[in-house]
């Protein structure tokens, strides 16, 4: 996979596809881009150019704990910067869980670079509010606080990154455990922040104040429930709600892999709305 510095980090991509509209992708969580690698495929076939990336700190990119803004407004300014590198601009921009919402904070930031957004699996919710700011911070600054970086490179997400780019040990386990416990506190925060719905951290001014053509496919659990992405299609003018033929399931959260039987209907979809808006 070709690697780019952005901002003296080495952030891992790939490209699907050789010509038209470009479209970028971004996974949920912290998981790398690979999850994503067959339905981007299915995207490019229909005359597309699909990038993928991974953010600083998830997948086989470089992990980097530090910086005074957010880390979802970093990984905005950092997929602002690789766009432009890739001379990609401006450029059709949508993900899955905090994929999507990294796409609302790259339009928020740089609206210039966005031709249009694609929300799948919108966060937003009590149920969400309550679990995620340990799923991405919680857990790791206790770590830390009870056996220093070691524990931390023990956890089963950071044993993933360092499997995925090995130099990513090294550089962890060299950083004071006070600066790591400092940031993430700093980041923890500021991801609390925000509103919880219908859009996690996402005022309601900013939903409405978006101007580019949106497509929204809500997700179906409690953490991506479909009330969510519905609600933010209602706010979002210009939006167009396109649902899956599924029920909200009572589960914390599900993975991408579970809409595998409906990747080809979202490609065609996406497709069909791109296509209506590349001009």
């Not at 470009?22 to 912290?30: A, E, I, K, M, N």
């Not at 070691?150 to 006070?178: F, G, S, W």
């Amino acid at each position: 996979m070709p690697i780019v510095k952005i901002r003296d980090v080495n952030i891992n991509y790939s490209v699907s596809g050789d010509s038209g509209p470009w479209l970028v992708l971004v996974t949920g969580g912290r998981r790398g881009f690979t999850e994503f690698n067959a339905f981007a495929q299915k995207i490019a076939d229909k005359g597309f150019r699909v990038i993928l990336h991974d953010r600083r700190n998830t997948g086989a990119s470089d992990v980097l704990i530090q910086g005074q803004d957010g880390e979802e407004e970093i990984w905005a300014d950092d997929l602002a910067l690789l766009l432009e590198h890739l001379h990609a601009t401006p450029a059709f921009v949508g993900g899955t869980s905090s994929g999507a919402r990294l796409s609302m904070l790259v339009y928020n930031r740089h609206p210039e670079l966005v031709k249009g957004l694609v929300l799948m699996r919108i966060t937003g919710g009590a149920f969400a509010a309550g679990r995620l700011p340990n799923t991405y911070y919680g857990q790791f600054i206790k770590a830390c606080q009870a056996g220093g970086m070691k524990a931390v490179c023990e956890t089963e997400q950071y044993l993933e990154r360092i499997q995925a780019n090995p130099a990513n040990l090294a550089r962890l386990m060299a950083m004071d455990p006070q600066d790591y416990i400092r940031t993430m506190t700093h980041w923890l925060e500021i991801f609390k922040s925000g509103p919880v719905s219908p859009v996690l951290g996402m005022e309601v001014e900013k939903l409405q104040a978006i101007n580019v053509p949106t497509l929204v496919i809500p997700g179906n659990d409690k953490t991506h429930d479909s009330q969510g992405g519905i609600a933010t299609a209602k706010l979002i003018k210009n939006s167009v709600l396109y649902q899956l033929p599924i029920q909200d399931e009572d589960v914390d959260v599900l993975p991408f892999s579970a809409w595998a039987p409906h990747e080809e209907a979202m490609a065609q979809t996406m497709a069909n709305f791109m296509n209506q808006h590349q001009a």
